[in-house]
Every structure is written in C-alpha cells, then in structure tokens.
C-alpha cells in the first residue's frame, strides 16, 4: 500500500512538472514564433528558444513516465487499454515532441543564416522556415490527437476502477471532448494554433490535470479501489 502511495505522489509531482514547463515553452516561444518577421526573431532571442525546446523535452519526459508508473496499477483494471496508454501517452506523445524540437533547432539554423542571408538566398530560407512553421504545426495536431486518446483511456480506467472520485474522473473524459474540437478547428483552419478560442477549449482537462495532481499528492488511490483490484488480480 505504501508503494502505491508514494507511485501517486510521483505521479502528482510529474504532472504538474510537464503541465508547468509545457505552459511556460508556450510563453517563451507565442512571442517569437507567431509574428510576421519570426526568422529574425528567433535567432534574436537565441537563449529563449533553447530554452524553450528544454522545456518541451522535460514536458514530455515528465509525462511519458505517468503511464509506465501508472501500467502495474492500471492493468489490474483494463490490460489492454492500460497497454493503448503507454502507447499513445510514452511512445507516440513522446516522439511527437522530441521531432518538435528537432524542427525547432531546424528553425533556429534557419534564422541564423537568414541573418546574413543575401537578397536570394533569403527567399529560400523563408521558405524553409515557412514549411519548418507549418511542420511544428502539424505536429502540435498530432499531439493533441495523441494526448487524446491516451486520455480517455486512462479515464476510463480510473473511471471504472474508482482509484480517484468518479467526478475527478469523469472531468477527464468530459473535457476531452472540447480539447479534440480544439484540435479539429485547428487542424481545418477555423482557428489558430493557442488563440484564444483554442487554448479556452483545452482549458477545462488542463485543470482537471492539475487538479487530478493536487488529489493525488494530498490523498492517493482510494485504498479500497487498490485492494478491490488486487483482489480481482488474485482471482484471474
């Protein structure tokens, strides 16, 4: 019981860590990617931007470790679904975010040699960045399409096994579905990529994650939810 007391702890801990460094990489880079001469803006606030694409990194570090915490746990519930959340979640969230900043540093090679660029040459590198631009955009969708579907089944489980109160839970599954509109109006160009539209349609599982988080360091698992499912794992 204890060992599941301190996995809630960590994984509290983890979700606030990805949730603060994913928030603060989003205030770093707004001002520097979304204006016209972003090029020059990049290489301008060189220092920014590295850091920027760290947080990103510790972002998906921090949370790609929730499910494999989570996994002996979860299993007990769902094996499958307990599977289809390390894939999404680890893997697939994880790698999307790792080529987001390898199309990052791209950029900021790009902005570098745009500023000493000549007339001709400097039509090309807008170009490049153009598509870099466009590339961090798709794979933002990715993400969000990623994330999804990986919450929804760590909801579900929750939701079903009880280890945190149903409306804990169940603030999860209802507020993925704002999050994927968020995505979808994106991905067609009815809104932009952490406009104000977007990032209010994101924000009810942004605080269901924090608060989800508090919950867990305070008070954990419900400790008869652990032992209903221990028990259930003793009779399969």
Same mark, same amino acid.
């Given at each position: 019981?204890?060992?599941?007391?301190?996995?809630?702890?960590?994984?509290? !801990?983890?979700?606030?860590?990805?949730?603060?460094?994913?928030?603060?990489?989003?205030?770093?880079?707004?001002?520097?990617?979304?204006?016209?001469?972003?090029?020059?803006?990049?290489?301008?606030?060189?220092?920014?931007?590295? *850091?920027?694409? *760290?947080?990103?990194?510790?972002?998906? *570090?921090?949370?790609?470790? !929730?499910?494999?915490?989570?996994?002996?746990?979860?299993?007990?519930?769902?094996?499958?679904?307990?599977?289809?959340?390390?894939?999404?979640? %680890?893997?697939?969230?994880?790698? %999307?975010?790792?080529?987001?900043?390898?199309?990052?540093?791209?950029?900021?090679?790009?902005?570098?040699?745009?500023?000493?660029?000549?007339?001709?040459?400097?039509?090309?590198?807008?170009?490049?960045?153009?598509?870099?631009?466009?590339?961090?955009?798709?794979?933002?969708?990715?993400?969000?399409?990623?994330?999804?579907?990986?919450?929804?089944?760590?909801?579900?489980? *929750?939701?079903?096994?009880?280890?945190?109160?149903?409306?804990?839970?169940?603030?999860?599954?209802?507020?993925?579905?704002?999050?994927? %509109?968020?995505?979808?109006? !994106?991905?067609?160009?009815?809104?932009?990529?952490?406009?104000?539209?977007?990032?209010?349609?994101?924000?009810?599982?942004?605080?269901?994650?924090?608060?989800?988080?508090?919950?867990?360091?305070?008070?954990?698992?419900?400790? %008869?939810?652990?032992?209903?499912?221990?028990?259930?794992?003793?009779?399969?």
């Amino acid at each position: 019981m204890k060992t599941k007391r301190k996995t809630a702890i960590i994984v509290g !801990v983890l979700y606030i860590i990805g949730t603060v460094a994913g928030v603060l990489s989003v205030v770093i880079t707004q001002p520097i990617l979304h204006v016209p001469d972003y090029l020059k803006q990049v290489s301008a606030n060189q220092n920014q931007f590295v *850091l920027a694409a *760290l947080l990103v990194l510790t972002m998906g *570090l921090a949370l790609a470790m !929730v499910p494999v915490l989570m996994f002996p746990i979860l299993k007990k519930q769902n094996e499958v679904l307990a599977l289809g959340y390390i894939v999404f979640r %680890s893997a697939l969230e994880s790698v %999307s975010y790792i080529v987001t900043v390898i199309v990052w540093l791209f950029l900021l090679v790009v902005s570098q040699d745009y500023g000493k660029a000549g007339v001709a040459a400097a039509v090309t590198l807008q170009s490049l960045g153009a598509i870099l631009q466009e590339s961090s955009g798709w794979i933002s969708q990715i993400v969000t399409i990623t994330f999804i579907f990986g919450a929804v089944m760590f909801y579900f489980i *929750l939701f079903r096994s009880k280890l945190i109160p149903r409306w804990l839970s169940g603030w999860g599954l209802v507020g993925a579905i704002p999050y994927f %509109s968020a995505g979808l109006l !994106v991905m067609f160009g009815f809104v932009t990529n952490n406009s104000t539209i977007d990032s209010v349609l994101r924000l009810p599982i942004g605080v269901q994650e924090m608060v989800m988080a508090v919950w867990l360091i305070a008070k954990g698992f419900s400790p %008869s939810a652990i032992a209903a499912l221990s028990a259930r794992e003793n009779l399969s």
